[in-house]
Antibody
Framework: EVQLVESGGGLVKPGGSLRLSCAASGFTFSSNSMSWVRQAPGKGLEWVSS????????YYADSVKGRFTISRDNAKNSLFLQMDSLRAEDTAVYYCARESSSLVYIVDWGQGTLVTVSS | DIVLTQSPATLSLSPGERATLSCRASQSVSGYLGWYQQKPGQAPRLLIYDASNRATGIPARFSGSGAGTDFTLTISSLEPEDFAVYYCQHRRNWGLTFGGGTKVELK
């Protein structure tokens, strides 16, 4: 069974930093591209960032480019999102997500971790 | 950038009725369109990929159709557990894009 377990969310002040982690199990993590997708309270889904299996390709949404950094440790089956210069509009539930082999869809999602940016 | 527009925003129906949800792309996405279901407090779940293929474990009452810029998700006969928010999604060259969602609510 595929499991994606996020951690690291919490309350942070504007301008602060936070590092999210995602522990993966139940599949060959090193063979899969991974993404982070967020959802602001009461709003829709917003893609944040994607990372290929070997970290060769990294993509960011314009809204987070230059502030967020995605990375992975294939030896530890872990995905990370370093979030710096946080803004109120970054407040959301952040989902760790496994991409399909076709790299087009999200086939598995974590339960999400809430990040709240507020003074 | 490709924009996905879903309609209607809300669909009020009763169990047993047919639900028809629309997703329109601002330019052709060929057949690379997915549909997700999200229930309150839960992560989304992939229902349909490549416009018309059901994901693993998805009941046959869910079907997808369309190509190019116009796509439809149909739920043939609503079950109580189908009342949720539905999102369409496409992958651009370098990132994912989602529609704004359609809420299927109990009438």
């Amino acid at each position: 069974e595929v499991q994606l377990v996020e951690s690291g969310g919490g309350l942070v002040k504007p301008g602060g930093s936070l590092r999210l982690s995602c522990a993966a199990s139940g599949f060959t993590f090193s063979s899969n591209s991974m993404s982070w997708v967020r959802q602001a309270p009461g709003k829709g889904l917003e893609w944040v960032s994607s990372l290929s299996s070997t970290s060769s390709y990294i993509y960011y949404a314009d809204s987070v480019k230059g502030r967020f950094t995605i990375s992975r440790d294939n030896a530890k089956n872990s995905l990370f999102l370093q979030m710096d210069s946080l803004r109120a509009e970054d407040t959301a539930v952040y989902y760790c997500a496994r991409e399909s082999s076709s790299l087009v869809y999200i086939v598995d999602w974590g339960q999400g971790t809430l990040v709240t940016v507020s003074s | 950038d490709i924009v996905l527009t879903q309609s209607p925003a809300t669909l009020s129906l009763s169990p047993g009725e047919r639900a028809t949800l629309s997703c329109r792309a601002s330019q052709s996405v060929s057949g690379y369109l997915g549909w997700y279901q999200q229930k309150p407090g839960q992560a989304p779940r992939l229902l349909i990929y490549d416009a018309s293929n059901r994901a693993t474990g998805i009941p046959a009452r869910f079907s997808g159709s369309g190509a190019g810029t116009d796509f439809t998700l149909t739920i043939s006969s609503l079950e109580p557990e189908d009342f949720a928010v539905y999102y369409c999604q496409h992958r651009r060259n370098w990132g994912l894009t989602f529609g704004g969602g359609t809420k299927v609510e109990l009438k």
